[in-house]
């Protein structure tokens, strides 16, 4: 392998820390492709087939996140080997790895490994809190290694592995609870820089657009002033729900 590209979607960087780490266990002349701002990028991205790809995604209600689809379908594969990887916050990834291992078939990938690695909850601090840690990240970097392992002693005969998930898949949420700001927030205007699809006015960074909005929470995660908040009842109690059930520490898990 030539070099390793990075794909990866990542509105509050959990799943490009888990990408570049695996990347680097493989390869050390790497290509970031960061497919987060979905609103300003419309690229088409090549995969040359003596190259590897690392495709990463955070999982939104069990699946592969809607809003970033479009973009993996830009990726073409040419054959190459990918590693598909999926960052939850220690709820659970139910079908979005297998959704993802098909979506880069389809793209024309040898999907040759799988990993799903948790990250700090998009929603709230208290579950899986500074997840991915050093742990995680030397996982990562081995289960790199380890995918190199299998592609030089099986050349010629690449086995897809083995990932859970039903068929179909799970149905997505349609939930809309966008964050809103609150009168703690000093217009520091860092949350529309971060919001992958525009979806917060830059004059008045209270105002959401609540149909552009897809949740993922990066305005709150970047805000030092803890000027947006969710207030939506349906999520409040989901909050309440991860902060007493997905409490237990979960591990990454491989599938090679
Ligand atoms: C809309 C939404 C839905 C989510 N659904 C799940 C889920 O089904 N299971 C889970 O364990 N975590 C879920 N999470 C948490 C994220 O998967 C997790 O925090 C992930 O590491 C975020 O990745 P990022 O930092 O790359 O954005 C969800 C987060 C968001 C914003």
Not at 167 to 180: A, G, L, M
Not at 205 to 230: M, Q, T, W, Y
Request: with cysteine; aromatic share 8%; charged share 30%.
């Amino acid at each position: 392998m030539s070099k390793v590209q990075c794909f990866y979607f990542s509105p509050t960087s959990n799943t490009k820390k888990i990408v570049e780490a695996v990347a680097s266990g493989i390869c050390e002349e790497k290509i970031e492709n960061d497919l987060t701002f979905v609103d300003k990028n419309l690229d088409q991205y090549v995969v040359d087939s003596n190259e590897i790809a690392v495709i990463g995604v955070p999982v939104y209600g069990g699946r592969v996140p809607e809003v970033i689809l479009d973009s993996l379908k830009r990726i073409k594969g040419n054959g190459a080997y990918a590693v598909a990887v999926v960052t939850y916050g220690n709820r659970a990834y139910e079908d979005s790895l297998l959704e993802l291992k098909n979506i880069l078939v389809e793209q024309n990938f040898k999907v040759v490994a799988a990993g799903a690695f948790i990250g700090e909850h998009s929603y709230t601090k208290k579950v899986a809190t500074n997840r991915p840690d050093e742990l995680d990240l030397k996982k990562a970097i081995d289960f790199g290694k380890d995918v190199v392992a299998k592609i030089k002693t099986n050349t010629n005969n690449i086995t897809e592995p083995s990932i859970p998930g039903n068929y179909p898949y799970k149905e997505r949420s349609k939930r809309i609870f966008s964050p809103h700001g609150n009168r703690k927030c000093v217009y520091c205007r860092r949350c529309p820089v971060v919001c992958p699809v525009g979806a917060i006015d830059m004059r008045k960074p209270d105002i959401v657009d609540e149909d552009k909005c897809i949740h993922c929470c990066a305005c709150i995660k970047v805000c030092s002033f803890n000027g947006r908040e969710l207030l939506d009842e349906w999520v409040i109690e989901k909050i309440k729900m991860l902060e007493t059930n997905c409490i237990d520490r979960k591990e990454p898990e491989i599938f090679i």
